[in-house]
């Protein structure tokens, strides 16, 4: 599993992409208060792990609500509720993206396609779910549970997996020196 999500930092022709989104990124985020705010310099860690919680931890109660407990319109509002939670997650998350290094960037660019099919499906499920229960509904909600937990994983290597070591103390210096 580990050389699997190695794998992710060495697809170089990701650069072609993360190298001028970081810098729009960096341009836009410049020295305003809010970057640092994105960045948690005033939590002393990135915020973008904390942030993920509110969706992730939603979308895992709505599957188990749904399948354990048959409750669906309890899952719908928690999709829902998950759902709110993106713009935050995402927001610290391209923050704290822009900061790391070349291999992290390009593992974070799939981590970051994982999510965006895990917030579509969950999208999909919600709008499913208006008129009631439906099978193709909770087969959304399972496949977009399951493609956020696998990004996840991919987050958690890029946190803390062998090439945070290295990414780490940079990021934390610039996030020092942006306050």
């Known amino acids: 599993m580990k050389e699997l999500l190695s794998a ?7 650069d072609r992409v993360s190298i001028p ?3 729009r990124i960096l341009r836009i985020l410049d020295d305003r208060p ?3 705010v994105l960045r948690g310099s005033w939590l002393g860690h990135p915020v973008h792990p904390l942030a993920v919680t509110l969706p992730m931890g939603a979308w895992t109660a709505a599957v188990l609500l749904e399948t354990v407990r048959r409750d669906h319109r309890a899952a719908r509002r928690l999709i829902g ?3 709110l939670g993106i713009p935050p997650a995402l927001a610290t998350g391209w923050a704290d993206w822009s900061l790391r290094d070349d291999a992290q960037r390009r593992a974070g ?3 970051a396609a994982g999510n965006g099919a895990a ?5 999909i499920s919600f709008r499913r779910r208006r008129t009631g229960p439906d099978l193709r509904a909770q087969a959304w909600s399972w496949f977009g549970l399951a493609a956020a937990g696998a990004s996840g ?9 062998d090439s945070s070591a290295r990414g780490t103390e940079a990021a934390h210096a610039r996030i020092v020196h942006a306050t």
Do not use: K, Q, T, W
Not at 8 to 14: F, H, K, N, Y
Not at 153 to 161: D, E, K
């Open 119 to 123: 917030a579509m499906a969950m999208a």
């Open 109 to 111: 660019l799939i981590h």
């Open 81 to 83: 509720l998950g759902l």
């Open 34 to 36: 809010a970057a640092s």
């Open 153 to 161: 994983a991919l987050g958690g290597h890029i946190a803390f997996g």
């Open 8 to 14: 992710s930092e060495s697809v170089d022709a990701l």
């Open 21 to 23: 989104l970081r810098d």
